[in-house]
C-alpha cells in the first residue's frame, strides 16, 4: 500500500514573514530526506493544481485573501529591492 504525498517544488520557496510559525523551507527539507532515504518509492507522488479565484473564495473569507495577495506584493517587491542592493554592492566592489 502506498500513501499519497502532493509535492510542489514552489512550496518551500515561498517566506511567510520574519516571526511568522510556519517556515516552508522544511517542505523543502523533508522533500529531499524522503529521496535521500529511498522513501518516494512507497509513496505515489502527486502535484498539485492551480485553482481558480472562485475555488480560493469557497474556503477563504475576503478579508484573508486580501492580506494573501497583499503579502505577496510586499514579498515581490522585498525580493526586487534586495536585488538591486546586490547589484549596488557589485558594482561598487569592482570600483
Request: no cysteine; proline share 3%.
Amino acid at each position: 500500500m502506498k500513501v499519497d504525498y502532493f509535492l510542489e517544488p514552489n512550496n518551500g520557496s515561498f517566506i511567510f514573514s520574519f516571526g511568522h510559525p510556519m517556515k516552508p523551507i522544511r517542505i523543502n527539507m523533508v522533500n529531499d530526506l524522503l529521496k535521500a532515504y529511498g522513501l518516494e518509492n512507497w509513496l505515489n507522488i502527486k502535484k498539485g493544481k492551480n485553482i481558480s479565484f472562485e475555488e480560493i473564495e469557497n474556503f477563504h473569507n475576503e478579508k484573508h485573501i486580501f492580506d494573501l495577495f497583499r503579502r505577496k506584493i510586499i514579498f515581490m517587491k522585498l525580493k526586487i529591492f534586495s536585488l538591486f542592493i546586490m547589484v549596488k554592492i557589485v558594482l561598487f566592489s569592482q570600483v
